[in-house]
């Protein structure tokens, strides 16, 4: 079994908000339900290469069971696209309507991922916030599904990210 450390970029983003909890001398009183910032939250971002031409950047997303990339920033190099089906998946803020797809062949670090397949979604909402705060295109979500197979560890203290890859493709 051999390991490949692929690095990872850890940003520090202080978007998170929480309710105050502020308590009131008269217990009869409601509590203002105002907001204030806490720690920063914590983004994950890999470099990628899709086959061998397109350098990405994606988000590491260890709650995302499935990888999901933007349909618009990937259709031209991703095959096999099934027709639009009613599958939905669970956004964040609502249910999203997800295609699939499979890339060819997909580079992280000297890991490479052959008939990688992955959900087509629009992720532009994504983008838009990723542009503002880190100037960077996000092509996608990388999820579950390919963490889980890749033995995936990750080492923040140290920005990578190991797997192992004798994984059959």
């Known amino acids: 079994m051999s390991k490949i450390e692929i690095p990872i970029e850890i940003f520090e983003i202080p978007d998170l ?4 909890e502020e308590e009131t001398e008269d217990t009869n009183e409601i509590p203002d339900n105002s907001y204030q910032e806490t720690n920063p939250g914590c983004h994950l971002l890999v470099e990628a290469t899709i086959n061998n031409e397109q350098k990405i950047v994606l988000i590491i997303d ?3 069971s499935k990888s999901v990339f933007d349909t618009e920033l990937l259709t031209q190099f991703t095959t096999n696209i099934e027709t639009p089906t009613n599958i939905e998946s669970a ?3 609502s249910a999203i309507d997800i ?3 499979q890339i060819p062949n997909i580079q992280f670090g000297s890991l490479m991922v052959n008939n990688f397949d992955v959900g087509l979604t629009d992720l532009s ?3 838009a ?3 503002k705060i ?3 295109e996000i092509w996608g979500l990388l999820g579950g599904d390919f963490l889980f197979k890749y033995k995936a560890i990750i080492d923040y203290s140290e920005g990578k990210m190991t797997v192992e890859d004798d994984i059959i493709n």
């Open 91 to 93: 956004g964040v803020n």
């Open 17 to 20: 908000l929480v309710e105050s």
């Open 62 to 64: 260890t709650g995302a």
């Open 99 to 101: 295609h699939f797809g």
């Open 129 to 131: 916030m990723y542009k």
């Open 134 to 136: 880190l100037d960077k």
């Open 125 to 127: 909402h994504v983008n």
